[in-house]
C-alpha cells in the first residue's frame, strides 16, 4: 500500500487543484530535487555529468517543447532542432551585441526570438492541416540552417559557422565546471518543467487539448483556433530554444548550425514517441533512453566476444533497433513510456492484493 | 533567351527525378491513407542491393528480379509487422511507424551491404544533345521516357485490371471495400510491392546519377515538396509537382541565387510549396476534405 490515497481528502479547491494531489507525490518530488540539488553534485564525477545527465536533462527540456506543439495541440513538426538553433544563435549574439548582459537573460531572449520565429513557420497552420504542415516546419528546419551557415553575422563571422559559449557566469557565480554547468542546466530545467505542467492544465492547455482532438469542434466551442495553435508554436519555440541555448552553452560549449540538422529534430520526435504525447513526465523517459540505450548498446556490444560485432556496424545496429523500437512502441504501447510508470501506480496502490 | 530555356528545359528533366520518387509516395498513400517517410530508404535499400548483386557478378537483369523480390518481400513484411497491427490508429501514428521504418531499413541496407559509395554504369551516356541550340542531357531525357512509361503502365493497372479496381475502390472507401469483399490486407501489400518497385527504378536512375550511397534515402526530402504542391494523391499532380519544383528550384538558384546567396536548393522548394498551400491547402490536384463535427 505505497501509494495508497485513503484518507487524502481535498477539502478546498485550492487543495484539488494542486500541482501534485497526493502526498506521495510531493514527497517524492521533493526527494527527487533534493538528490538531483544536493546529493548528485557531490556523488557524480565529470564524465557523468558532461556525458550523461547534461545532454539527458537538455533532450528532456527539447522533447517538453515538442511535446507541448504535437502532444497537447497535435500539431506535427519535424522542425524542433531549427528552433534549437535559433534559441542558441540568438542567445549567442544577445550576449556578444549586448554586453553586460546576464546570461539569463541572454537565454531567456534566444528563447524569446525562437518562439517569435516558430510564430512565424506557425502561421500556415490556421490554413494548412495535418501532413501539409510538414512542409512549413520542413522549410523552417532547412531555411535556418541555411541562413545561418550563409550569413557569417549570425556566428560572428566565424570561418565554420561555430559559436562557443560566453562565460557561464551568474552573480559573479562561476558556473563553467562540469559540476556547475550540470547545476545550470538543472536549474533552468526544472524551472521550465514547473512552468510546463501549469502550462497544460490552464485554460490554455486545455484549449490546446481540446485543437488537438478534433479542431473544426473546437472552433465551433468558441476556441480561438489562430491565436491557440500560435500559442502552441510560440511556447514550443520557447522551450525549444532554450534547450538549444543550453546544449550549445553548457552541454557541447559550442557549437555549429551543423549539430542542429534534421537528424536532431528525429530525435526529439522519438523522444516524445517513446515517451508518450501529452505527458510531461514521459519527456523525461524518453530523454534518459535516448542518452542510456547507445551507451548501453556500445557497452553490450563491448562485452561480446571480439568480432562478433563489427564497431563500424554498431551505427547501423542502433539505427535498426531504434526504427524497431519506435514500431513496437507504437504497436504495443501507444501511450509510451508514460503509460507504463502510470500502471506502476496504479499497481502499487493496491500493492499487496491484485485487485 | 536561349540560356533561359536551357536552365528552365534542365530544370523539368530533373523535377521527373523528384517525381519518381513521388509517385512511390502516392501508391501508399492512395490505397492506404499511409504518409510515407520510408520511401526514400526504400530507394536507398532497392539501390544498394542491386548494386551491390550486380558487382558480384550477377547480370543485369537476374540482380534487378532479386532486387524485386527482395522489395516485394520486404512489403509483404510491412503489411504484416508493421500495418496489420497499426490498422485503425491515426495517420499520425501511422507515420511516424513509417519513421521508425526508414530507420529500420536504412540501418538493414547499410549493414548487409556497407557504406562505402557505388558507381552504377547503366549503358546510357551522358554526353548532351543538342536540340534547337538548347543542349539537354541524355541521361534526363531518358529519365523523362522511364517516367513516362511508368506513369502510363501505373494508370493502365489502375484503369484496366481487377487488382487495380479494386486499389480504387480502397482508396475511395476502405469500409465500403471491405464490405463489398476487397481484401485490405492484400491490397496493402500489392501498393506496397509496387512501391518498392517505382523504388527500384528511382534507386537506379538517382543512383547512376549521383552513385548509390547514403544520401540518396534523402531524395524523399525533395519528394516531399512535389507532393505537396501536387497532393498527396495524384500520379499526374505528382509529375506536374515535380516539374514546377524542377523548374522553379534551378531558375531560382540561377536567378535569385547571386541576389541572396547560393545553395537555395535546399529550402527554396519548400518555401514555395508553402506559397502554394496558402492559395490551395490541398495541393492541385489534392481532394478537400470536408470536416464535419
Redesign the interface.
Known amino acids: 500500500m505505497l501509494y495508497n490515497e485513503a484518507g487524502q481528502f481535498s477539502i478546498s479547491y485550492a487543495g484539488e487543484r494542486r500541482l501534485f494531489r497526493l502526498r506521495q507525490d510531493r514527497r517524492a518530488l521533493a526527494l527527487l530535487l533534493a538528490f538531483a540539488f544536493v546529493i548528485v553534485p557531490f556523488v557524480g564525477n565529470d564524465y557523468w555529468f558532461s556525458a550523461i545527465l547534461i545532454p539527458f536533462l537538455v533532450l528532456s527540456l527539447a522533447g517538453l517543447g515538442l511535446n507541448l506543439l504535437t502532444g497537447y495541440a497535435g500539431q ?1 513538426s519535424l522542425g524542433s532542432a531549427a528552433f534549437m538553433a535559433v534559441g542558441a544563435f540568438a542567445a549567442y549574439n544577445f550576449g556578444l551585441r549586448l554586453p553586460g548582459l546576464p546570461l539569463l537573460a541572454c537565454l531567456f531572449l534566444g528563447g524569446v526570438t525562437a518562439a517569435l520565429v516558430a510564430v512565424v513557420f506557425g502561421l ?1 497552420s490556421l ?6 504542415l ?3 516546419t ?2 523552417a528546419q ?2 535556418v540552417s ?1 541562413a545561418l551557415t ?2 557569417g553575422w549570425f556566428s560572428n563571422d566565424n570561418a565554420s559557422g561555430v559559436i562557443s559559449a560566453p562565460p557561464l557566469t551568474i552573480f559573479g557565480v562561476d558556473f563553467s565546471a562540469p559540476v556547475g554547468r550540470y547545476l545550470l542546466t538543472l536549474s533552468v530545467v526544472a524551472a521550465l518543467f514547473w512552468l510546463g505542467k501549469n502550462l497544460v492544465r490552464s485554460e490554455l492547455g486545455r484549449n490546446w487539448m481540446a485543437v488537438r482532438d ?1 479542431d ?2 473546437a472552433a ?1 466551442i468558441g476556441i480561438p483556433l489562430l491565436k491557440t495553435k500560435l500559442l502552441a508554436f510560440a511556447l514550443s519555440g520557447f522551450f525549444l530554444g532554450i534547450a538549444g541555448s543550453l546544449w550549445a552553452f553548457t552541454y557541447l560549449g559550442t557549437v555549429e548550425p551543423h549539430g542542429f540538422d ?1 537528424n536532431r529534430s ?1 530525435q526529439v ?1 522519438f523522444i516524445i ?1 517513446l515517451s508518450g504525447l501529452g505527458s510531461i513526465l514521459g519527456n523525461f523517459l524518453g530523454a534518459a533512453f535516448m542518452v542510456l540505450f547507445p551507451l548501453l548498446l556500445s557497452n553490450l556490444a563491448g562485452a561480446l566476444p571480439v568480432g562478433l560485432i563489427d564497431p ?2 554498431l551505427e ?12 513496437a512502441f ?2 504495443k504501447e ?1 501511450e509510451g513510456l508514460a503509460r507504463l510508470w502510470q500502471r506502476f501506480r496504479e499497481r502499487v496502490r493496491l500493492w499487496p492484493l491484485r485487485y | 533567351m536561349e540560356f533561359f530555356f536551357e536552365v528552365l528545359i534542365g530544370g523539368l528533366l530533373a523535377g521527373v527525378m523528384y517525381s519518381l520518387v513521388a509517385i512511390g509516395f502516392v501508391l501508399i498513400y492512395k490505397a492506404s491513407g499511409v504518409f510515407n517517410f520510408a520511401q526514400g530508404s526504400m530507394v536507398l535499400f532497392a539501390a544498394l542491393t542491386f548494386v551491390s548483386l550486380h558487382e558480384r557478378g550477377m547480370p543485369f537483369w537476374l540482380a534487378f528480379a532479386v532486387t524485386l523480390a527482395a522489395m516485394v518481400a520486404i512489403a509483404l513484411l510491412v503489411e504484416r509487422l508493421v500495418l496489420r497491427p497499426l490498422v485503425n490508429r491515426s495517420p499520425i501514428t501511422l507515420f511516424m511507424a513509417t519513421l521508425g521504418l526508414s530507420y529500420m531499413i536504412e540501418g538493414a541496407a547499410q549493414a548487409l551491404w556497407g557504406a562505402q559509395v557505388h558507381g552504377l554504369e547503366l549503358g546510357i551516356s551522358d554526353e548532351p544533345l543538342a536540340l534547337g541550340g538548347v543542349l539537354l542531357s541524355q541521361f534526363d531525357l531518358f529519365a523523362a521516357g522511364t517516367a513516362a512509361v511508368l506513369v502510363t503502365a501505373l494508370s493502365l493497372l489502375f484503369s484496366k485490371t481487377r487488382i487495380g479496381l479494386s486499389l480504387r475502390a480502397v482508396a475511395d472507401d476502405p469500409l465500403a471495400a471491405l464490405a463489398v469483399g476487397i481484401r485490405l490486407q492484400r491490397i496493402w501489400a500489392v501498393v506496397w510491392a509496387v512501391a518498392g518497385f517505382v523504388g527500384l527504378v528511382a534507386g537506379l536512375l538517382w543512383g547512376a546519377r549521383l552513385g548509390v550511397q547514403f544520401s540518396l534515402s534523402l531524395v524523399v526530402l525533395k519528394a516531399l515538396p512535389v507532393l505537396i504542391i501536387g497532393g498527396f494523391s495524384s500520379i499526374g499532380g505528382a509529375i506536374v509537382g515535380g516539374l514546377i519544383i524542377g523548374a522553379s528550384e534551378k531558375l531560382a538558384e540561377i536567378y535569385l541565387g547571386p541576389v541572396i546567396g547560393g545553395g537555395l536548393e535546399n529550402w527554396f522548394p519548400y518555401v514555395l510549396a508553402l506559397l502554394f498551400l496558402l492559395v490551395r491547402p490541398a495541393g492541385l490536384f489534392g481532394e478537400r476534405a470536408i470536416e464535419r463535427v
Do not use: E
Not at chain 1, 547501423?316 to 514500431?327: D, M, T
Open positions: 506535427l500556415p490554413r494548412i492541416k495535418g501532413f501539409y510538414i512542409v512549413s520542413l522549410a532547412f531555411f541555411w550563409k550569413f478534433m473544426t469542434a465551433v534534421l528525429f520526435l514517441i563500424g556496424q547501423n545496429l542502433q539505427k535498426f533497433i531504434f526504427g524497431a523500437l519506435i514500431i507504437l504497436i501507444p
